[in-house]
């Protein structure tokens, strides 16, 4: 995929959650919540501070991070759906 965000925006793809539970119940798709983790596939280069200088971004590619649940915009790139968020809409990072 080639694609580049602008100024503090990141390019999420989502993680599936599980389609069992831990007792063995399969989780239909009309009850499952959307997802709250991902993928960071793509990073702008920052925002710009009070003095205009560009501040980088904590994320970095190929970080798992959990988002807020309604966060960022779905958009459809080469067939792959991916959200396009803010940095401030990650709440962290999974290490």
């Not at 080469?78 to 968020?85: A, F, N, P, Q, Y």
Request: aromatic fraction near 4%; proline fraction near 7%.
């Amino acid at each position: 995929m080639k694609f580049r965000p602008l100024h503090d925006r990141i390019c999420v793809q989502p993680v599936e959650q599980e389609e069992k539970t831990s007792g063995g119940i399969i989780i239909p798709d009309t009850a499952k919540e959307k997802p709250m983790q991902g993928k960071v596939l793509a990073v702008g280069p920052g925002s710009k501070n009070e003095e205009g200088k560009v501040v980088p971004p904590d994320v970095k590619e190929g970080d798992i991070v959990i988002y807020g649940r309604w966060s960022g915009t779905e958009v459809t790139i080469d067939d792959e759906t991916v959200l396009i968020m803010r940095e401030s809409d990650i709440m962290g990072v999974i290490e």
